[in-house]
């Protein structure tokens, strides 16, 4: 049986993110909107990376998932991916980038100065929470002395504590608008950004990595009023990629000690394991249809409502979750069913794989998943309209989003939420402490002007 409808379909997925990246740039002239970042990523994983599977060898690629169940995978991927693709248009609407708007905001100095206080509040709690992590595994060369290291705690929430430095991170940039860095404020922002910094590259971890990159220069042209070339964001984009593609391909020989004896990444993504995102992404899905296990919200109910709740009130949690609900225990696995592969695919899926985000909300929502996807990519187009638009809160909001872009595509909407909504609470508080609420937007409606408005009325921080 002939592999060409799949060949189609892929290279139909792979021009849909292309084409909406395209459209999404002459609406807005913006080389941040959401759709830039997502559509490259929507392009590498379901378009890209199936068509280099086939071109390297398609009847090893077909011992996983024969034509029949490549094809359905497929289907499902251009689906998801036009659903995300429409929702980030749609939700952007026609904005269009204006500096001259933007360079309009304004902050008090008693708002500036309460943002910086709480922006160095909240980054320090993120670095002691980092530093305990290092002291429980007896030091920073015992902590990342091995590969894929780290720091450790009991407590969940020390262990991602380290994510506050973000926020604050971002606030302490927005404070400093219309004002030049000095010395010391650039002390700030490294000491902010070092520890989700070193997290990554010592520990080989392709997630924060690419949060950290892309939070501090997506926060800079925000706050600068600035945008980069677009062929530099495409060159950054392939760049970044290049670099998370060898920390994952080289986790082995990154570490405090190792003889850093690096191998070739080049080939990793395109190599035929059980591993790969697209294999394991269509095993996901065709696992999910073959058996009829969808779990239709309840494993994300978990994840943001019980999760959440501290361990000492709550020991159990996860493993009344699981059986009151009737799910895998998440404290053990993603619940996306790798382990169950070999009944009906005739393989195991690798342990720690994640299917990418089209293939998590098939299994958790059948074939209404198009919309939660549409849902998904409405709220990013949406948080870039308001950021770009009315400034505030939304800033980070939307920074944020983009930061964590990676772990939602190429993971899980659960990798990506609940990082998200402690960062975005830690911001929230800084922005209430700041401002009792007030903002720094304009009182008319925000228009997409191409040019400096003739008159903008704005209200400051009171």
């Not at 429409?86 to 008090?108: D, E, N, R």
């Not at 964001?233 to 990629?241: N, P, R």
Request: include cysteine; aromatic fraction near 16%; charged fraction near 10%.
């Amino acid at each position: 049986m002939s592999i060409d409808y799949f060949v189609t379909l892929a290279i139909s997925t792979g021009a849909v993110a292309l084409g909406a990246v395209w459209v999404a740039y002459r609406r807005s002239r913006d080389t941040l909107h959401p759709m830039i970042f997502l559509g490259l990523m929507l392009f590498y994983l379901y378009g890209y990376l199936p068509l280099s599977l086939v071109q390297k060898d398609s009847a090893h690629l077909q011992t996983f998932l024969s034509i029949q169940q490549l094809e359905y995978v497929q289907t499902v991927n251009f689906v998801g991916v036009l659903s995300i693709c429409l929702g980030v248009l749609i939700g952007a609407g026609k904005t269009f980038f204006s500096p001259y708007l933007q360079a309009t905001w304004l902050i008090t100095p008693t708002a500036r100065r309460r943002l910086q206080q709480g922006a160095i509040a909240c980054g320090a709690l993120g670095i002691l929470g980092f530093a305990y992590g290092i002291v429980q595994r007896g030091g920073l060369s015992s902590a990342y002395g091995r590969a894929y290291g780290g720091g450790w705690s009991g407590s969940g929430y020390l262990r991602e504590a380290i994510l506050l430095t973000l926020p604050a991170l971002l606030w302490f940039m927005v404070s400093h608008l219309h004002q030049r860095m000095r010395l010391k404020d650039w002390g700030w922002i490294v000491l902010f950004a070092t520890p989700i910094l070193m997290h990554g590259l010592l520990g080989a971890r392709r997630g924060p990595t690419a949060m950290i990159l892309i939070a501090s220069l997506v926060g800079w042209f925000f706050v600068r009023f600035k945008r980069p070339p677009l062929r530099r964001v495409i060159v950054g984009a392939v760049s970044l990629g290049t670099l998370l593609l060898f920390l994952v391909t080289n986790r082995g020989s990154i570490y405090l000690g190792s003889d850093f004896q690096f191998t070739n990444s080049s080939s990793y993504a395109s190599e035929i394991v059980s591993s790969n995102e697209f294999i394991y992404g269509g095993g996901v899905i065709v696992n999910a249809k073959t058996t009829d296990t969808f779990f239709w919200g309840r494993r994300y109910f978990t994840i943001l409502f019980i999760r959440p709740i501290p361990r000492f009130l709550w020991p159990s949690k996860y493993q009344d979750a699981s059986r009151a609900l009737n799910i895998p225990n998440l404290e053990q696995n993603l619940g996306t069913g790798g382990e169950t592969f070999v009944e009906t695919l005739g393989w195991v899926g690798a342990v720690g794989s994640a299917p990418g985000i089209v293939a998590d909300m098939w299994l958790e929502f059948w074939w209404f998943s198009p919309f939660v996807l549409f849902t998904i990519g409405w709220f990013y187009g949406m948080a870039w309209r308001k950021a770009t638009s009315r400034g505030s809160l939304w800033i980070l909001i939307y920074t944020l989003l983009a930061a964590l872009s990676v772990y939602l595509v190429m993971q899980t909407l659960e990798a990506m939420a609940f990082r998200f909504l402690l960062m975005a609470a830690a911001a929230w508080l800084i922005w209430k402490y700041a401002t009792g609420g007030r903002s720094f937007q304009l009182q008319t409606p925000a228009l997409p002007y191409a040019s400096p408005p003739s008159s903008v009325q704005l209200s400051s921080y009171k």
